[in-house]
Antibody, heavy 120, light 108 residues
């Protein structure tokens, strides 16, 4: 059974930093692209960042470019999101998700989400 | 960037009725790049349909997807109590992904 466990969220002041982690199990992590999606309180889904299986290709939504860094450690089956210069508008539940298949940016497994709150 | 507009915002229906949800794109979307998700309160989204019309694993056949170009539809043939939720469409391109704003299907 595929399992994704998100962690690392919390309360941080504007300008602060956090590192989110997503521990994966139940599939060959190194074979799948992975993605972070976020959801502000009471709002819809927003794609944040994606990384290819070997980390060769990395993508970000415009609003986080230069502030967030996605990475992965295939030896630990873990996905990361390093978030710097956090803003109030980054407040959201952050979900890691597994891509359905190579070349298909559909997400067939999701973590439970971790809440990031940016406030003074 | 391709934007997705979902309508209606809220759909009030009774169990057993048919639900028709719309997703309209600002530019043509490949049918291989369009998906639908279901999200219940306090839960992560769940993939229902990918490639515009293919059901994901373990998704009941009362869920179906159709459409092409800029107009896509998710149909739930007969609503079950567990189908009342928010539904999102999603598309992906070369280097970005966008979600629609969602349609809430509520019990009438």
């Amino acid at each position: 059974e595929v399992q994704l466990f998100d962690s690392g969220g919390g309360f941080v002041q504007p300008g602060g930093s956090l590192r989110l982690s997503c521990a994966a199990s139940g599939f060959t992590f190194s074979s799948y692209a992975m993605t972070w999606v976020r959801q502000a309180p009471g709002k819809g889904l927003e794609w944040v960042s994606a990384i290819s299986p070997s980390s060769n290709s990395i993508y970000y939504t415009d609003s986080v470019k230069g502030r967030f860094t996605i990475s992965r450690d295939n030896s630990k089956s873990t996905l990361y999101l390093h978030m710097n210069s956090l803003r109030a508008e980054d407040t959201a539940i952050y979900y890691c998700s597994k891509n359905l298949a190579t070349g298909m940016a559909f997400y067939d497994s999701w973590g439970q989400g971790t809440l990031v709150t940016v406030s003074s | 960037e391709i934007l997705l507009t979902q309508s209606p915002g809220t759909l009030s229906l009774s169990p057993g009725e048919r639900a028709t949800l719309s997703c309209r794109a600002t530019q043509s979307v490949s049918i291989t790049s369009l998906a639908w998700y279901q999200q219940k309160p306090g839960q992560a989204p769940r993939l229902l349909i990918y490639g515009a019309s293919s059901r994901a694993t373990d998704i009941p056949d009362r869920f179906s997807g159709s459409g092409s170009g800029t107009d896509f539809t998710l149909t739930i043939s007969r609503l079950e109590p567990e189908d009342f939720a928010v539904y999102y469409c999603q598309q992906y391109g070369t280097s970005s992904v966008t979600f629609g704003g969602g349609t809430k299907v509520e019990i009438k």
